[in-house]
């Protein structure tokens, strides 16, 4: 899934915050919801828009910009 089916900006939208493609769901929210503990059913059933393939699309970009792009530094 490339990037912009997955999350856009547009200022137009929330002051430009980053939001899932075609709707105006905060990025942000899918974290909210798993740093609470909550479970992506539980996010998907809370934000119906989002598709279940955005939601673990945009978990695997974050993974690999963050984890593998910035490996752990060696001893």
Same mark, same amino acid.
């Given at each position: 899934?490339?990037?912009?089916?997955?999350?856009?900006?547009?200022?137009?939208?929330?002051?430009? /915050?980053?939001?899932?493609?075609? /709707?105006? &769901?905060? &990025?942000?929210?899918?974290?909210?919801?798993?740093?609470?503990?909550?479970?992506?059913?539980?996010?998907?059933?809370?934000?119906?828009?989002?598709?279940?393939?955005?939601?673990?699309?945009?978990?695997?970009?974050?993974?690999?910009?963050?984890?593998?792009?910035?490996?752990?530094? /060696?001893?």
């Amino acid at each position: 899934m490339k990037r912009e089916q997955i999350f856009h900006r547009d200022p137009e939208i929330l002051g430009g /915050t980053p939001v899932f493609a075609g /709707t105006r &769901v905060p &990025v942000a929210s899918l974290l909210h919801h798993l740093k609470h503990g909550k479970r992506l059913e539980e996010f998907l059933d809370d934000f119906p828009s989002v598709q279940r393939e955005q939601a673990e699309a945009f978990l695997d970009l974050a993974e690999e910009e963050l984890v593998h792009e910035y490996p752990s530094p /060696t001893a």
